[in-house]
């Protein structure tokens, strides 16, 4: 059985091309979703999958990185995948990892991707460097009400109170007046 798994990374982009491409590949059943391929976490559409999937059934993604941005999730799936008797394809990377070179092409692909990554954390890096160093960048705005805190501490109130009545974390609240 071909099980088809596509994946963007943010909710405003679309799985349309990835979904059709799998359903012209031959794919019983495709899952989705729209979250970061740089951890696995949190990816249950995979994780069903690779629960469900059997001896002899094939994984399709349309390109390794929808599968995984790192070369050790992508070994970690691939190992699950060969320890299960299925193998994985892509249709824009051709390679099957049935066979020695499909898993050598697999993992050549995978660390292409994690160096993608890289190189656009490390890009974005030099970006918000050089923006701080011109004065336009300066971070979300604070989401605690310094002020507030204070004046609820003063009126006796302990930090599980203030951090209900402001709906904030109650390590936050310590943060706040441990530097006061």
Do not use: W
């Not at 963007?8 to 990835?18: E, F, M």
């Not at 799936?77 to 092409?105: N, R, V, W």
């Amino acid at each position: 059985m071909l099980y088809g798994y596509a994946r963007v990374s943010a909710t405003h982009q679309d799985l349309t091309i990835q979904i059709e491409t799998l359903k012209k590949f031959g794919c019983d059943v495709i899952r989705s979703e729209k979250i970061s391929g740089t951890t696995t976490e949190g990816r249950n559409e995979l994780q069903t999958l690779l629960d469900f999937i059997r001896d002899g059934d094939v994984l399709v993604v349309t390109r390794i990185d929808r599968l995984a941005r790192s070369i050790a999730d992508l070994q970690t799936i691939a190992k699950t995948l060969k320890d299960k008797g299925a193998s994985l394809k892509c249709t824009e990377q051709p390679f099957d990892t049935s066979d020695i070179y499909g898993e050598l092409t697999m993992n050549l692909l995978g660390v292409f991707a994690q160096f993608e990554t890289s190189l656009r954390r490390e890009r974005q890096m030099e970006g918000i460097a050089k923006a701080k160093t011109a004065g336009v960048y300066k971070g979300r705005k604070p989401s605690l009400n310094v002020e507030e805190i204070q004046k609820l501490k003063s009126e006796g109130l302990g930090a599980t109170e203030i951090s209900r009545r402001l709906n904030i974390g109650r390590a936050s609240v310590y943060r706040v007046l441990n530097a006061a």
